[in-house]
């Protein structure tokens, strides 16, 4: 079957502006990650999502970046007013209530 | 707050051979996660680690679980070029949620 899906695959953006990235899950998959991968930090958690509500957001770098889910299925997540750190591959993941996290492939967003 | 540490962060070795990548964390945790990243590639899922004790095999691949010692083992025999990957190991936070805490990774080169 078809497995998490990420959109756009690369993203070049001028700082200041704002980017959306785009996560859907597999299908059925009642939880929603977000994680980013960078050279310095390694791969960390930003949010997550279990049906449409966050109940943990306390891995945002800052107030400039936000997530919504929709329908218990896509998510994008909103960087505003974009910085050079931010720069990094930006990971979702899905999984059925608590079992395996399956990963999609990817964002790799430069700030220039 | 949960650490997860990894190493050697980086392994070459040649076909054929022996070793094992280790993962220590800092503080209890109800499942223990391998996975597989190739370059310019998502993460995928190699094992899931659940008790103290678990073994889990596939192929040259064999992961094992220690929770008293918060410590789980990655052995690979007999390596192949094919497994050349950058291995990463993830520990659940028990926040109530399936938050994965990764470690570093460890970047396999397998030479002939």
């Known amino acids: 079957g078809a497995g998490v899906s990420q959109s756009p695959s690369n993203k070049v953006t001028e700082k200041g502006k704002d980017v959306e990235l785009r996560c859907d899950p597999i299908?059925?998959?009642?939880?929603l990650y977000w994680y980013r991968q960078s050279l310095g930090q390694g791969l960390e958690f930003l949010i997550y999502?279990?049906?449409?509500?966050?109940?943990?957001k306390s891995g945002l770098p800052s107030d400039r970046f936000s997530a919504e889910r929709t329908g218990g299925s896509v998510s994008t997540l909103t960087i505003q007013r974009t910085q050079q750190e931010d720069s990094a591959v930006y990971l979702c993941?899905?999984?059925?209530?608590?079992?395996?996290?399956?990963f999609g492939p990817g964002t790799r967003l430069t700030v220039t | 707050e949960l650490k997860v540490e990894q190493n050697p962060l980086f392994l070459s070795m040649q076909e054929g051979k022996n070793y094992t990548i280790y993962c220590n964390y800092s503080?209890?945790?109800?499942?223990l996660y391998w996975y597989r990243q190739d370059p310019g590639k998502s993460l995928e899922s190699l094992f899931v680690?659940?008790?103290?004790?678990a073994v889990k095999q596939e192929g040259r691949l064999m992961a094992s679980l220690d929770t008293k010692a918060r410590l789980s083992t990655l052995h690979i025999t007999a390596a192949v070029h094919d497994l050349s990957a950058t291995y990463f190991c993830?520990?659940?936070?028990?926040?109530?949620?399936?938050?994965?805490?990764f470690g570093t990774g460890t970047r396999l080169l397998v030479s002939p």
């Open positions: 993941a899905s999984s059925f209530s608590a079992g395996t996290q399956y």
């Open positions: 299908s059925g998959h009642t939880a």
């Open positions: 999502f279990q049906g449409n509500s966050a109940p943990d």
């Open positions: 503080t209890t945790s109800d499942r």
């Open positions: 680690l659940l008790s103290n004790g």
């Open positions: 993830a520990v659940i936070q028990n926040t109530g949620f399936q938050k994965l805490v």
